[in-house]
């Protein structure tokens, strides 16, 4: 049996502590509201009352969850495919938590396996149930009152915009600005995330291949728009370098083979490779082959050197590991696999659900800029920066949101000409919501927590930690936050902030905190 290594949550136990002690009270609350609900449940209702009461109650016992699980997510690698951080399934073994709202143990057995506890997808059904928007949804005028005097603050420049919905019935309950559209910065990640789901479906991968023409001897490595593919070891459940080449020195060997001319084939991208904003550490060369994000310092997320020539650079990594079997290769160069060329073996990236987690999670720009790519792929656009943004774009209408008014120069969200509305930023959250479109979930499971994960692991300190999560966004004079937060009458809301002309970025990124903390305070019912 393998035992977890439970370090992190030593690390984390503060946290979890601070996260304990803000969610105790809100929950003694939503649950002295829900007791005489649900002794009512037990006579005749209405259906639809039956389960708006359910997601009332079910939102107060995941914000207690969330509390629980999520200092696990600080050390967590990606997401497994129930759509659960390995950390929560691990720690959950080895507490031998039978997982649900209820975390008592079985009084008949103390040696059945555990069942892992459920994710956010298990919550999020509860909102199939409709809300009669005057019973309970957040009121306008409260919110006004609350959010208005801190939106503000003149940290937050010259311009702000705001908008929140009740998730339980997608109505907006507080607006300012909420048709304007501003520079997003990387909330823009929101949109592209929707987009790419919607388009290619949450188990779609991208796949690498090594394909040989017999008669030329040639051996071309072909990108497919993977920027997670690893040469690095272990591998961590990425699409990895080394097992292709493993497996291609194989097939080779088969052949008789042990000498080729080495290409690469990049062609699936269109147009230039390099972002309009420059040479910069936030992103390398848009490319459909590199290898671990073209990093040059060893790490897996934020800023970093980048190779110049990702591609050239993975194909000389995948000539390494040929030679280590044997097999000698010409000086690589580009190529164009052609319709002789025999696949001798692939590799595939985890399904996008994945990919859209960690982009959100980590603000990934290289992930942010292949899924726009792929797309505009799977939509039948050019893969490249003006294709992808008018894909974003159509696929987003097609799903019927408000996109008067948006404009996408990228995936990342880098550039300063993109535009979004905080009405459209939380229409997205809301579609990703909605019990029919399952396949959007991701959009929201892979925001970051606040306080724990991500971009917000050392934001909310002091405030609504484990009770938001938000995508952030940060340029120069531009901060914008969007996501969700659990309310103290246990009602999930999304928001959406974006500001532009902000003086100091500290300051801004304080004044949208304090903004997301009053929601969760708010009992604006």
């Known amino acids: 049996m393998v035992v977890p290594d439970l370090r992190p949550w030593r690390v984390a136990r503060p946290r979890l502590v601070r996260a304990a002690n803000a969610v105790r009270p809100r929950l003694a609350r939503v649950a002295a509201a829900a007791k005489p609900r649900f002794t009512r449940s037990a006579r005749p209702t209405k259906p639809q009352v039956t389960r708006v009461k359910t997601w009332q109650f079910t939102a107060g016992a995941a914000t207690a969850g969330l509390a629980l699980a999520v200092g696990a997510v600080t050390a967590a690698g990606p997401w497994d495919s129930t759509g659960q951080r390995t950390a929560e399934r691990e720690r959950a073994v080895a507490q031998q938590h039978t997982g649900g709202a209820s975390h008592g143990r079985g009084s008949g057995t103390t040696s059945a396996a555990p069942r892992p506890a459920p994710s956010a997808p298990s919550v999020l059904t509860g909102l199939g149930g409709s809300t009669p928007v005057g019973e309970s949804a957040p009121g306008a005028r409260p919110l006004a009152a609350v959010l208005g005097p801190l939106l503000k603050d003149p ?36 949109a592209t995330a929707v987009a790419a789901l919607s388009a290619l479906g949450p188990d779609h991968r991208l796949t ?111 000539a390494d590991i040929l030679k280590t079997h044997g097999i000698r290769t010409s000086s690589p160069g580009p190529s164009k696999a052609t319709t002789r060329a025999q696949t001798l073996a692939s590799v595939s990236s985890p399904p996008l659900a994945t990919l859209v987690e960690r982009m959100l999670t980590n603000s990934d720009n290289d992930i942010a800029e292949a899924l726009v790519r792929h797309t505009a792929l799977a939509t039948g656009r050019r893969a490249d920066f003006d294709g992808a943004g008018r894909a974003v774009h159509a696929q987003l209408k097609k799903l019927g949101l408000p996109v008067k008014g948006a404009v996408f120069k990228d995936g990342s ?34 925001l970051p927590v606040a306080g724990f994960t991500g971009t917000l692991t050392s934001r909310y300190a002091d405030g609504a930690a484990g009770l938001v ?6 340029l120069t004079g531009v901060n914008a936050l969007a996501g969700t937060v659990v309310d103290r009458d246990g009602r999930l809301l999304a928001f959406a902030f974006l500001a532009s002309g902000t003086l100091e970025k500290d300051a801004a990124q304080t004044a949208l905190d304090r903004a997301a903390t009053a929601l969760a305070n708010c009992g604006c019912g």
Do not use: C
């Open 155 to 190: 940290a937050l420049g010259e311009r702000q915009a705001a908008a929140v919905v009740d998730l339980a019935t997608g109505m907006p309950v507080y607006g300012t600005a909420a048709g304007e559209a501003l520079i997003p910065a990387s909330t823009t990640k929101i």
């Open 413 to 446: 969200g880098l550039s300063r000409e993109d535009r979004l509305t905080t009405g459209l930023l939380t229409a997205l959250l809301a579609e990703a919501a909605d019990p029919d479109r399952p396949e959007l979930r991701p959009a929201l499971t892979g």
């Open 208 to 318: 690498t291949r090594a394909a040989f023409e017999p008669d030329t001897g040639e051996l071309v490595l072909v990108g497919g728009g993977d920027p997670t593919l690893t040469a690095r070891e272990p591998a961590g459940g990425w699409a990895d370098l080394r097992t292709l080449a493993d497996r291609t020195a194989k097939k080779l060997a088969e052949r008789g083979v042990r000498e080729v001319t080495l290409s690469y084939d990049t062609t699936l991208y269109a147009g230039p490779e390099r972002h309009p904003i420059g040479e910069n550490d936030n992103l390398a060369p848009v490319t459909a082959l590199m290898i671990d994000e073209a990093r040059t310092d060893g790490s897996t997320s934020g800023t970093a050197g980048r190779s110049t020539e990702p591609a050239a650079d993975a194909t000389r990594a995948f």
């Open 469 to 474: 999560r938000a995508k952030t966004g940060t």
